[in-house]
């Protein structure tokens, strides 16, 4: 069975930055395009980042110029960098296909104060 297991976040102060893992079990992963999601209290999950297996990105509008996705087929690892982290970006994040699979991990909580 598929396995996405998030790390890296923790409490972080605005402007500060952290750098997500998520360690995918796809045995085709260099294959699949992947994602990041993130869910606020109350809000529905969105998307974040994505990146293509050719390499192409895209972008929520709110993150553009301070977050980066990337990856590593050899580890079966794709990374979200975080900079310039704002109050509005607290939130649990999740990785995923793209599209998205109906597995999903765990997510990693990530809480940035004012």
């Known amino acids: 069975q598929v396995q996405l297991v998030e790390s890296g976040g923790g409490l972080v102060q605005a402007g500060g930055s952290l750098k997500l893992s998520c360690l995918a079990s796809l045995s085709t992963f260099g294959h699949h395009d992947m994602a990041w999601h993130r869910q606020a209290p109350g809000k529905q999950r969105e998307l974040v980042a994505a990146l293509t297996s050719g390499g192409s990105t895209n972008y929520a509008d709110s993150v553009k110029g301070r977050f980066n996705i990337s990856r590593d087929n050899g580890e079966n690892t794709v990374y979200l960098q975080m900079n310039s982290l704002k109050p509005e970006d607290t939130a649990v994040y999740y990785c995923?296909?793209?599209?998205?699979?109906?597995?999903w991990g765990q997510g990693t909580q990530v809480t940035v104060s004012s």
């Open positions: 995923n296909t793209y599209p998205q699979m109906s597995v």
